[in-house]
């Protein structure tokens, strides 16, 4: 009888979780180059990936696969010395005009002055969702675990572990929410000193080229999208799974106390806040995200 039971279990277990990926460290085996492959390169075990930029051009890898819903690591060191004008991302988006993007993106600084820690929304094409922060730590000397977390019921960006944005899914109450279509995973290092930098003001110096951002162990635990028959069975994947799962939705009391330690202390810019630029506020904003 308790044979049969655990026989009924294991044969449960694997449907809920037929369509869970564990996608782990391995370049080559999940990500390709999709632009500037010319002078970058996975050396060694495939563990480790260098982004490149010079004058010829950045570079952007992409996973192979798309996933709904998941947990999203990478530990990325950041450019060192003088990286003014020069972005070094990692983000979730999915393709065409009415695309839904959730992204990281690292602004450079002139040598001794701080990153900015940008953050983003595309929902259905559109963003001007942002919030951007300065960090507690040097970015450019160690790997710091940056990690998307995305479920049916709420985003969460973290690093090291700290959540530093939340936005949580308000569909019901007219909030747009990304639960209609996969993302792949990308991260790149380009020429954005038009605008990253002091606003554009600190351009980037060739002479220092060419710039290298370190990344290594990204790993998905996450929900392999196959269409949208995804849309069910990634929504009770991710609810049979404790990393993403909804059950564990609510943040714990010392999270949500890390979070607004960030928000008190490193936060620069909060779309939410911006009442010169909106005339009306976008209607998550007037939401807690705890
Ligand atoms: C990275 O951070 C995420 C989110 O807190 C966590 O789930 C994961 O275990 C961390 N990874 C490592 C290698 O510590
Ligand atoms: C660069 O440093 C300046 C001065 O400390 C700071 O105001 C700015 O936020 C930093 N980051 C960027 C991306 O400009």
């Not at 380009?190 to 990204?218: E, S």
Request: net charge neutral; aromatic share 14%; glycine share 6%.
């Amino acid at each position: 009888m308790a044979g049969a039971r655990s026989l009924i279990m294991v044969v449960l277990v694997f449907v809920i979780a037929s369509n869970l990926l564990l996608v782990n460290a391995n370049f080559p085996k999940s990500m390709y180059f999709n632009w500037g492959a010319h002078h970058s390169s996975i050396p060694g075990n495939g563990e480790n990936i260098q982004l490149v930029l010079d004058q010829t051009s950045g570079t952007c890898i992409q996973s192979k696969k798309e996933f709904l819903y998941g947990s999203i690591e990478m530990q990325i060191k950041l450019v060192p010395g003088n990286s003014a004008g020069t972005v070094a991302s990692f983000y979730l988006s999915s393709m065409g005009g009415k695309h839904n993007e959730l992204d990281f993106e690292f602004l450079g600084n002139v040598t001794g002055r701080p990153y900015t820690v940008h953050t983003n929304v595309f929902l259905q094409g559109k963003a001007e969702r942002e919030q951007e922060f300065h960090l507690w730590f040097d970015p450019t000397a160690d790997y710091h675990n940056y990690t998307i977390h995305w479920n049916p019921t709420e985003i969460v960006w973290y690093i090291d572990s700290i959540p530093i944005r939340v936005y949580k899914n308000y569909e019901s109450e007219g909030v747009p929410y990304p639960n209609e279509q996969g993302m792949r995973v990308y991260s790149s290092l380009w020429n954005g000193d038009n605008w990253a930098t002091r606003g554009g003001l600190d351009k980037i110096d060739w002479n220092a080229a060419p710039f290298v951002a370190n990344y290594r162990r990204f790993r998905a635990r996450a929900c392999e999208w196959n269409g949208p028959k995804s849309i069910r069975d990634c929504a009770s994947t991710t609810a049979a799974n404790w990393w993403t799962s909804p059950v564990y939705k609510q943040l714990t009391r010392s999270q949500r106390d890390k979070l607004k330690w960030v928000r008190d202390n490193y936060m620069l810019y909060n779309y939410c806040t911006d009442t010169w630029r909106f005339r009306e506020m976008p209607p998550e904003c007037s939401k807690p995200q705890y």
